[in-house]
Every structure is written in structure tokens, then in C-alpha cells.
């Protein structure tokens, strides 16, 4: 009893780091840092997702007074000049806001700090973010909470394989939860985020997509070979691997992004702009 107790807790504290790598990494955590500026400090958090209606607001703390901030934005992959706002003091941070866009609209910045004639821009590398529609919570919540209780009892799964432990019924759960969350709860956030269910294979490359995709099918494998009572271990064990390979790839990586030049959303673009 005591070993399963522990290999429970050991499958959830693998599960809380991937959630947490998982926050980290990709292109939707904000842009946190600190640098100084001419002896000031300056600190930020800029943020590189937006869901909602409205305009983002930008905010930037600068520690001393005698100093301007300028907000510098254009479109993503759009050849045009920059725009320059005036940031102002709200409380004691300098703010601005960008402009709302589409759904999946992308928009790039940076800061521009003056202090006695001299120019800082910050962060080193402008900002890419991207707006989308407002997700309920009642939706979002869930479907992340069945992506990730997959991912625990996959590792459980893992667990009881290396130490001969049953865990057909395993297979079923992680089954089932990976088709809600990533099946069913997957193209409802997709919808409310960027107008569209799926924008997958055959209609898209958006990576989140069809790395669920993948996954679901090596899973349904693995359910088969449990219904039919045949012990294919090489099945789950493959299924297990794939599902840690989607987990590592970053959230959001190739998603849906509005082609300004086309008027439509378009997923999976790689190029790279020129700032």
C-alpha cells in the first residue's frame, strides 16, 4: 500500500513540473526582466497574450524621476513604420496601451527609455503578442485539468509498467480524459479564442492541434489492445512516449496567427520578421 501511495505522489509531482514547464516556455509567458538604465532601475512585464475585448495595456517601472518613456508598435509581419505613443504615469509605473486586433492579430513592441538625451530600448528584442477571443473559464478550466490528470495517469501507467503493476483500467482513464480535454474541450477553446474548432490536419498546421491529434490516436492503440485483452506493453509504452513529446513541445508553438495582407487566420508560420 505504502509504494502505491508513493508512486501516486510520484506521478503527480511529475505532472505539477510538467504543468509548470509547460506556463514557462512558449510564446505566450510574458517577458519578465530588470535592467538599469543610466543609473535608474527599470523593471517589466510585458505581456505577449491577450484575450478579450479592449486595448492591452503596457506598463513600465522606472525607479527615479527626469525620465521619458515612449511605446514603439506595428503590426507583426507587416511592413510598415513604427507607431510612437507617449507613455504616462499611472501610479508608479509609465503605461500606454496597443490597440486591440482580430482574433489571432499580432502585434510587435518595445520601450523607449530617455534619460538626459540618451535612449535605452527595452527589452533588448521587441515583443511579439497576440490577441484572441475571451475563453470562459468554465470551458478553459476543465480542459486543462483533463490534459494534465492524462498526463498523470500516463506517468502512473509508466510506473506500473516498470514495477509489473496492473493498469489496464490506466489505459481507459488516460484514454478518455485526453478525448475530453484534447477531443472535445480543445476545438471548444479554439473556437471561443480564434473563431474556428479545428485548425489542424487537413485544414492547418497549428501544432497544438495536431500534436493532440497525434497523441489521441497512439492512445486509442493502446485502449484497443486493453479491450481485446492482449497485452501489447509496446503499444502504451509507445503511447506514453508520444504524450511526453507533445507535453515538451511548447504551448501555443505554430498556432493560428491573422494574415493582415490576406484578411484571414493562418497557422503555422515559422518566418521569421525583420524588426
Known amino acids: 500500500m505504502v509504494k502505491k501511495i508513493l508512486l501516486w505522489i510520484i506521478a503527480f509531482i511529475f505532472t505539477l513540473v510538467m504543468a509548470y514547464y509547460q506556463r514557462v516556455t512558449g510564446p505566450t509567458y510574458p517577458v519578465v526582466g530588470e535592467k538599469s538604465v543610466y543609473g535608474s532601475r527599470v523593471s517589466f512585464n510585458f505581456p505577449r497574450s491577450h484575450g478579450g475585448k479592449g486595448d492591452q495595456q503596457i506598463s513600465i517601472f522606472i525607479e527615479k524621476d527626469g525620465v521619458k518613456a515612449y511605446l514603439y508598435y506595428k503590426r ?10 507617449e507613455m504616462k504615469k499611472m501610479g508608479r509605473d509609465f503605461a500606454a496601451f496597443l490597440p486591440h486586433q482580430p482574433p489571432a492579430g499580432k502585434l510587435i513592441y518595445f520601450i523607449e527609455v530617455i534619460k538626459n538625451g540618451k535612449s535605452v530600448k527595452v527589452p533588448d528584442k521587441p515583443v511579439v503578442i497576440r490577441f484572441k477571443g475571451s475563453v470562459p473559464f468554465q470551458i478553459l478550466l476543465p480542459h486543462i485539468v483533463f490534459m494534465f490528470l492524462s498526463l498523470f495517469f500516463a506517468t502512473r501507467i509508466l510506473l506500473a509498467l516498470f514495477f509489473k503493476e496492473e493498469y489496464n483500467y490506466l489505459v481507459y482513464l488516460t484514454t478518455i480524459f485526453l478525448f475530453i480535454g484534447g477531443g472535445i474541450l ?36 493502446a485502449l484497443f489492445f486493453t479491450v481485446k485483452k492482449r497485452k501489447n506493453k509496446l503499444a502504451t509504452v509507445i503511447a506514453i512516449v508520444v504524450m511526453y513529446l507533445v507535453f515538451l513541445i511548447p504551448h501555443s508553438t505554430l498556432g493560428s496567427e491573422y494574415d493582415y495582407s490576406k484578411g484571414k487566420i493562418i497557422t503555422g508560420n515559422v518566418e521569421e520578421v525583420s524588426t
Open 76 to 85: 507583426y509581419r507587416v511592413k510598415e513604420k513604427w507607431k510612437k505613443l
Open 186 to 221: 480543445g476545438p471548444i477553446v479554439q473556437k471561443f479564442a480564434f473563431g474556428s474548432y479545428w485548425t489542424g490536419v487537413p485544414f492547418g498546421w497549428d501544432l497544438t492541434d495536431n500534436k493532440t491529434l497525434i497523441s489521441l490516436i497512439f492512445w486509442i492503440v
